[in-house]
């Protein structure tokens, strides 16, 4: 059963830090895309940033030249570098990955990221 378990959200103030990490495991295959949504109270989940196993990126305008999505070295592992935090980034950030060939998506179980001073 393939599981995404993220993590590294927590309380920080404004302008400041954080890095997620998302994991994959039981997972026999290597994910086409993978990326980091977020869902704040009382709207609608939105597409942060994805990246592509080519290495293509996408993010949402709100987050352009902040955030910052790479995959690691290990097998279906993404991160998240946000930077110079707003309060309006606080939310639930989910990992999600993609395998195209099958149409599997998988969702993580959500980090709480709160940007507060």
């Known amino acids: 059963q393939v599981q995404l378990v993220e993590s590294g959200g927590g309380l920080v103030q404004p302008g400041g830090s954080l890095r997620l990490s998302c994991a994959a495991s039981?997972?026999?295959?290597?994910?086409?895309?993978m990326g980091w949504y977020r869902q704040a109270p009382e709207k609608q989940r939105e597409l942060v940033a994805l990246i592509t196993s080519g290495g293509t990126t996408n993010y949402t305008d709100s987050v352009k030249g902040r955030f910052t999505i790479s995959r690691g070295n290990a097998k279906n592992t993404v991160y998240l570098q946000m930077n110079s935090l707003k309060p309006e980034d606080s939310a639930v950030y989910y990992c999600n990955a993609l395998h195209s060939p099958t149409g599997s998506r998988y969702w993580g179980q959500g980090t709480q990221v709160t940007i507060s001073s």
């Open positions: 039981g997972s026999i295959f290597r994910f086409n895309t």
